[in-house]
């Protein structure tokens, strides 16, 4: 206790005396505090003449002044740490004022701490759990709960002391403000099949007589391979909260990343360590890490808030930060923004950093009050870069793109570091001028068009259509063909571009028989400096006319010979006379054949299939049936309008060779004899001798050959693959003859005599193979012929050259006739 007195305390005051008072807490009310009258060399009448009274402006009077003594003594409870938290030394100070004269006399209480606080743990009655990866390494640090001894000096808490253990220890660390918290550091790895679970105790102490301590109970579960802890992106975040922030806001958002994948990366986030009654203040989102206020901000309690941040990833390994708040104060004037130069509008090739604005902002306010953030609102391309002192440039902070966006609105917002928070904005429109950036962009990757064959030459085809994001003569688009070449000739010389349009003309008649499509690039160039261009691909596919009749490929119109299709009297109902082939060179519908009958000497007698053309009979034949049936077939397209081929099919209804010549050699002849004729036809007799005597040899030396080869080939049991020309191959049976027929052969030794015999199709059918040759003989098995299967080479050999001069002869001999 020390009294200080001086005389001189102000005009009008005759005396004025400072005293001080040292005392504990909690002592009981009514304790003698100190003799105010003698400290300040005052009698008790001086003090009861002078009606002496304390004058304080705290709503709770802790002292009372006993006039009739002289003394100073305690009228509340005096806390330590509810009048002061923390903050040391703990004192309040209120006046004495004595009248007749006027005396003013400060008395300042200082209170003592007492060790009447524990250290206490935040959840005594929860225990810390940690869940370690028992691949966690040697010197991991875990953070641990720190404790919160209310009393300061040698009574706060002093030591953490943590039960024995083989695993862990403990790290002491003190905080700027002198506390302490502490970490448990594992010193020894930990085997999940050995010791998959651990019960700790951490202890707490003050330095207090007695001493008192505070307990918490760690239960540590042992996980399998988490090898990574978080880590935060900085190991210090700064944030500013102004006084009587709503509950609920944003104030920071801290972050943290995890090496581990799967849960082992998953990250929650958690708040440990919080000074004095931060715990109430300050609230984080589990997954977002956001920090929010959840009590109320006082800056006149507190003007900084410490928080360590915990990010615990689901292995149990965790890491730590620290975020420091700063509360600011209030403040009544707002920042002023004058627009020292501004320039507009900006090319839009301007590099990130170049200088948009200069602005000078003042406040004039002081300290904190007075210190002044700049911000952009929105998400726009800039930023504010601070330069000399108040003054601010407002820079580029991307590339910009005049074809995304031509103009900016920019509000810049001043705003000071008071409580609360005072601001004024400007706005600044800033145009973006264009430079040729952007080349022309087709509306598709490629473009298919069409037209009709024999079209007229300038015909429009097609229109390509691009478009070009910038703008005025950056955005002028011509179109150029480029020197492609279809069909060894330039393309140009079908279609061409018109340049400004875009329009594809054709330059000539096309013939989809000869070119079905066409594949040219196009070039779209803008006008800029230098000029952009983007290519396109585009297919003309020229589309068919029916402009091609039918062609029938079967039966073979010849211009002399008769040829006919035989039929026996026996043919039963569906009888297959022959098949009418035809190919139209269109396609699409176009090609599409249909096969009707025309005429015929008896309707009632053949039908044709209308779509395979094939001509069979619809009843019985008898033998009043005329030997000779002439049939009109014609063949039409599905074009439009339809084009048409027309054949005439001979039918001999007999059942022999000889009966269909006695019949065919009625027909009526010129009178008159024609004696060339006669010389060629007996010409043509002698030549067709000699080649078949010549023909003879070789094909019996050549049969004898290959009937040893065919007879190896036999007993080896090798597959035999049938050959079928390529024009009469059969296809979903139709537009061709079936494969399968028999055709049997008589000669005799007159050459005007032969009979030529073409059987129904057998079901069991043998195909003998000749590798020379392109054809196939086909035998039935199970009916007898007029040839039987020959028995040596030699008749084999007779009766293949007698098939193929049957039709020779036959056709002669009618001329002849």
């Known amino acids: 206790m020390f009294v200080l007195k001086s005389n001189r305390c102000g005009r009008g005051l005759i005396s004025c005396g400072q005293i001080r008072y040292s005392i504990p807490e909690e002592m009981k009310k009514g304790s003698v505090i100190g003799n105010v009258a003698q400290d300040l060399g005052l009698d008790l009448k001086r003090l009861r003449s002078g009606r002496a009274r304390i004058v304080t402006g705290e709503s709770i009077q802790y002292t009372e002044l006993k006039t009739d003594k002289g003394i100073l003594v305690v009228n509340e409870r005096i806390d330590r740490e509810q009048l ?112 998959p679970h651990l019960s700790l105790k951490l202890i707490a102490v003050d330095g207090g007589t007695p001493q008192r301590s505070g307990t918490v109970n760690i239960d540590v579960t042992v996980l399998d391979a988490n090898d990574n802890a978080p880590v935060f992106n900085q190991s210090v975040y700064k944030a500013s909260v102004m006084e009587n922030t709503i ?119 002081s300290e904190k009050n007075g ?19 108040n003054y601010y440039n407002l ?45 022309p962009l087709f509306d598709k990757s490629s473009y298919s068009a069409h037209i009709i064959e024999n079209n007229s030459p300038g015909t429009s085809i097609f229109a390509v259509s691009a478009r070009d994001s910038d703008w005025n003569q950056n955005a002028r688009i011509s179109y150029l063909l480029e020197d492609t070449h279809v069909s060894g000739s330039p393309v140009s010389t079908y279609v061409s571009l018109n340049s400004e349009t875009g329009v594809l003309s054709a330059v000539r008649s096309f013939d989809y028989e000869q070119i079905k499509q066409l594949q040219l690039v196009v070039k779209a160039q803008d006008g800029g400096s230098p000029p952009l261009s983007s290519n396109v691909t585009v297919k003309i596919l020229i589309q068919d006319q029916n402009d091609n009749p039918p062609q029938v490929l079967y039966p073979i119109q010849t211009g002399g010979s008769l040829v006919a299709e035989m039929v026996p009297r026996s043919a039963d109902v569906g009888y297959l006379v022959t098949k009418v082939v035809a190919v139209d060179v269109d396609s699409g519908q176009n090609a599409w054949l249909s096969y009707k009958l025309q005429k015929a000497t008896d309707r009632a007698l053949f039908e044709v299939g209308l779509q395979n053309g094939e001509i069979r009979t619809i009843r019985q034949v008898t033998d009043k049936d005329a030997v000779k049936q002439r049939l009109t077939v014609i063949v039409e397209d599905n074009g439009q309008p339809s084009r048409s081929a027309t054949v005439i099919v001979n039918v001999a209804v007999a059942d022999s060779f000889p009966e269909v010549l006695s019949e065919f050699t009625d027909f009526t002849h010129d009178k008159e004899y024609n004696d060339n004729l006669t010389f060629y036809l007996v010409l043509a007799l002698a030549v067709v001798s000699f080649l078949f005597i010549t023909c003879l040899v070789v094909i019996i030396s050549v049969k004898i050959y290959r009937w040893r080869q065919s007879r190896i080939l036999y007993h080896s049991n090798l597959p035999v693959i049938p050959y079928y020309p390529p ?91």
């Open 371 to 389: 210190q002044i953030k700049c911000s952009i609102d929105g998400k726009l391309p800039f930023k504010i870069e601070s330069s000399l002192t």
């Open 247 to 365: 509950r609920g806001t944003s104030v920071v958002t801290v972050n943290a990343t995890d090496a581990d994948s799967g849960s082992y990366g998953r990250i929650i986030y958690s708040l440990s360590k919080m000074k004095g009654s931060a715990v109430d203040i300050f609230g984080i989102d589990e997954k977002t890490g956001t920090i929010c206020v959840s009590g109320q901000i006082d800056y006149e309690k507190d003007r900084k808030y410490e928080v360590r941040v915990e990010a615990k990833d689901y292995g149990g390994l965790i890491g730590t930060s620290k975020v420091i708040f700063d509360v600011f104060d209030v403040n009544d004037n707002a920042p002023v923004i004058n627009i020292m130069s501004f320039s507009s509008p900006v090319s839009e090739d301007a590099r990130p950093g170049t200088t948009i604005a200069v602005l000078n902002i003042k406040d004039a306010d």
């Open 727 to 817: 024009r009469y191959s059969d296809t979903l049976g139709t537009g061709t003859l079936q494969h399968v027929y028999n055709y049997e052969v008589c000669r005799t030794t007159d050459s005007r005599k032969s009979d030529c015999k073409f059987g129904r199709a057998g079901s069991q059918n043998v195909l003998i193979m000749d590798p020379s040759s392109t054809g196939t003989i086909q035998r039935i098995q199970n009916e007898k012929s007029i040839l039987d299967e020959p028995d040596s080479p030699l008749e084999v050999s007779y009766v293949n050259l007698a098939f193929l001069l049957c039709p020779l002869s036959v056709s002669a001999f009618i001329k002849n006739r």
């Open 395 to 439: 820079v580029s902070d991307q590339h910009f793109d005049r074809e995304s966006i031509s103009e900016y609105n920019i509000t810049i917002t001043a705003t000071d570091f008071g409580s609360p928070a005072l601001s004024s904005s400007t706005k600044l429109h800033l145009k973006i001028s264009d430079v040729n950036d952007n080349a």
């Open 84 to 195: 002061c938290g923390d903050v040391t030394p703990c004192s309040f100070s209120f006046e004495m004022i004595l009248e007749n004269p006027i005396e003013l006399h400060r008395i300042t209480v200082e209170v003592l701490d007492i060790n009447d606080h524990a250290p206490v743990f935040p959840n005594k009655d929860k225990p810390i759990s940690f869940e370690i990866s028992e691949s966690a390494v040697v010197g991991v640090q875990f953070p641990l709960q720190s404790a919160e001894d209310l009393d300061v000096g040698l009574n706060a808490l002093q030591d953490y002391v943590l039960s024995p253990n083989d695993n862990f220890i403990l790290k002491q660390h003190a905080n700027p403000d002198g506390s302490k918290y502490v970490e448990m550091v594992l010193q020894k790895p930990l085997d999940r099949e050995q010791r």
